[in-house]
């Protein structure tokens, strides 16, 4: 079956543009989990989904940066007046409930300007 | 302290050796562990759950020690395949996942 899918695979901004990224989970997973990894490092954690709400969103940076999950399935990650240092591979994972295996997409590569 | 250390390597290996890799946790609430594999470019894919009483799939044996706080992966008769980076990790409860920053791996033939 399907896996977990990112668009787009690659997105090049400019420094202080808005940016959107979208992840797919596998059908039918309750959680979702955002992760950022920049090169050399392990993914760090941004945030989670149970179903429509975020039920930790600790990881996320500062007041920049913004998911939603609206209906339970697709999820967008908002980054605002994105700055050089925003640029990573940012990785989206689902599973069938959070206690279950996470399965991670193929990401997204950010990259500012 | 990071919450996960491993050691970033890379471990140059010669094809047919046996290689192990350790990592540190700090927080001994750490409820599940786990060994990742990525490869170059790639997204990070589940190569096993580490237990307590140790695990084996094939070539792979896994080790926890609660009280010194270390995971542990083994791979014996390595491949040129097994070339990639080793990241460890650990979950609490029915949260997120902490990653180390990973250890690369290079089998030499």
């Known amino acids: 079956g399907a896996g977990v899918s990112q668009t787009p695979s690659n997105k090049v901004t400019e420094k202080g543009k808005y940016v959107e990224l979208r992840c797919d989970p596998i059908?039918?997973?309750?959680?979702l989990y955002w992760y950022r990894q920049s090169l050399g490092q392990g993914p760090e954690f941004l945030i989670y989904?149970?179903?429509?709400?975020?039920?930790?969103d600790s990881g996320l940076p500062n007041d920049r940066f913004f998911a939603v999950r609206p209906e339970g399935s697709v999820s967008t990650l908002k980054i605002q007046r994105t700055e050089r240092g925003d640029s990573a591979v940012y990785l989206c994972?689902?599973?069938?409930?959070?206690?279950?295996?996470?399965?991670f997409g193929p990401g997204t590569r950010l990259t500012v300007l | 302290r990071k919450e996960v250390e491993q050691d970033p390597g890379p471990f140059n290996v010669p094809e047919g050796a046996t290689v192990a890799f350790n990592c540190t946790y700090s927080?001994?609430?750490?409820?599940?562990f786990f060994w990742y594999r990525q490869d170059c470019r790639k997204e990070p894919k589940l190569l096993m759950s580490?237990?307590?009483s140790g695990n084996e799939d094939g070539r792979f044996t896994a080790q926890l020690n609660r009280a010194s706080q270390y995971i542990s992966l083994l791979i014996r008769d390595s491949k040129l395949s097994d070339s990639a980076t080793y990241l460890c990790?650990?979950?609490?409860?029915?949260?997120?996942?902490?990653f180390g920053k990973g250890t690369r791996l290079h089998i030499l033939p």
């Open positions: 989904f149970q179903g429509t709400g975020a039920a930790d």
């Open positions: 927080n001994s609430a750490s409820q599940s």
């Open positions: 990790a650990v979950k609490y409860g029915d949260d997120k996942i902490i």
């Open positions: 994972a689902s599973s069938l409930s959070a206690r279950n295996e996470q399965f």
């Open positions: 580490v237990y307590s």
């Open positions: 059908s039918g997973h309750t959680a």
